[in-house]
């Protein structure tokens, strides 16, 4: 088993890049905090018969911060997850994206078809497809100005995770919480505005030829169930619910694991 550190250069950034175990290639793109240590469990799973490949986003966790962190795009950390593994010289991959990492995930397919052989959206954020977006903000915005009222953007940040984490988030280390806390600036400044915009034309996602799986979680909002149904409808693809809640990976990595496997 292979289990490697470095810094890669891809699409004009410096990613954070840890790529562990032997076998046919998985890449885990990050959600909110954009940190790979979030997969901690599930890489270590998965790593039992793939080439796993985890890393910080873009301005994230041990990736380096660049002047130009205020903007950012899903179409930009798609292009660098596609550069990523282009730098690494992988064969086809499949790609797996928990929340907004999910629409990463998806655009970098859309994106660059030829570079995945299969992509696994769980919970996708897909805020600007749904029929009524505010009340989907209206459910995390009380929480995160709580949290920057009691300890600052890193306290939103953290209040905004755990919130999401629901009864997972007894699972998150505390080395994974200073990363959020750390990445807060970027999460709540840079990024939450900018992905929640972000949609797919109808039109790609009909015509991708990729094997697509859109996973929702048993213990799950209506804003997310919403979001999954309308890629699921769009790319002909039937919506599939596996345990636990938005951030499953936390505590049901295994459920998640057999999901990427059985793309292969």
């Given at each position: 088993?292979?289990?490697?550190?470095?810094?890669?250069?891809?699409?004009?950034?410096?990613?954070?890049?840890?790529?562990?175990?032997?076998?046919?290639?998985?890449?885990?793109?990050?959600?909110?905090?954009?940190?790979?240590?979030?997969?901690?469990?599930?890489?270590?799973?998965?790593?039992?018969?793939?080439?796993?490949?985890?890393?910080?986003?873009?301005?994230?966790?041990?990736?380096?911060?660049?002047?130009?962190?205020?903007?950012?795009?899903?179409?930009?950390?798609?292009?660098?997850?596609?550069?990523?593994?282009?730098?690494?010289?992988?064969?086809?991959?499949?790609?797996?994206?928990?929340?907004?990492?999910?629409?990463?995930?998806?655009?970098?397919?859309?994106?660059?078809?030829?570079?995945?052989?299969?992509?696994?959206?769980?919970?996708?954020?897909?805020?600007?497809?749904?029929?009524?977006?505010?009340?989907?903000?209206?459910?995390?915005?009380?929480?995160?100005?709580?949290?920057?009222?009691?300890?600052?953007?890193?306290?939103?940040?953290?209040?905004?995770?755990?919130?999401?984490?629901?009864?997972?988030?007894?699972?998150?280390?505390?080395?994974l919480i200073d990363?959020?806390?750390?990445?807060?600036?970027?999460?709540?400044?840079?990024?939450?505005?900018?992905?929640?915009?972000?949609?797919?034309?109808?039109?790609?996602?009909?015509?991708?030829?990729?094997p697509l799986a859109v996973?929702?979680?048993?213990?799950?909002?209506?804003?997310?169930?919403?979001?999954?149904?309308?890629?699921?409808?769009?790319?002909?693809?039937?919506?599939?619910?596996?345990?636990?809640?938005?951030?499953?990976?936390?505590?049901?990595?295994?459920?998640?694991?057999?999901?990427?496997?059985?793309?292969?």
């Amino acid at each position: 088993m292979t289990d490697e550190t470095a810094l890669v250069e891809a699409n004009g950034a410096r990613l954070h890049v840890e790529v562990t175990g032997h076998g046919t290639p998985v890449l885990l793109v990050p959600g909110a905090g954009g940190d790979a240590r979030q997969y901690a469990e599930l890489a270590q799973l998965l790593a039992q018969s793939h080439t796993v490949i985890a890393y910080d986003r873009r301005n994230n966790g041990r990736s380096p911060q660049r002047s130009d962190w205020a903007e950012t795009s899903v179409p930009l950390q798609a292009g660098d997850a596609v550069a990523l593994l282009e730098s690494l010289g992988t064969e086809p991959c499949v790609v797996f994206g928990n929340s907004t990492g999910a629409l990463i995930a998806l655009a970098a397919a859309l994106k660059s078809p030829e570079r995945f052989r299969g992509a696994v959206l769980h919970e996708p954020a897909l805020l600007a497809v749904l029929t009524n977006p505010d009340e989907a903000m209206a459910t995390v915005q009380p929480v995160i100005a709580a949290g920057v009222e009691a300890d600052g953007l890193a306290g939103g940040a953290e209040a905004f995770v755990r919130f999401a984490a629901g009864d997972a988030a007894a699972r998150l280390t505390p080395e994974l919480i200073d990363g959020l806390r750390t990445n807060a600036k970027i999460l709540l400044e840079a990024e939450f505005g900018a992905f929640a915009s972000w949609r797919p034309e109808p039109d790609a996602l009909s015509e991708l030829s990729l094997p697509l799986a859109v996973l929702s979680a048993e213990q799950t909002a209506p804003f997310f169930l919403e979001a999954a149904e309308w890629i699921a409808s769009h790319a002909g693809v039937n919506r599939r619910t596996i345990p636990g809640g938005h951030m499953g990976f936390l505590d049901h990595p295994r459920e998640l694991a057999k999901e990427i496997d059985a793309m292969f």
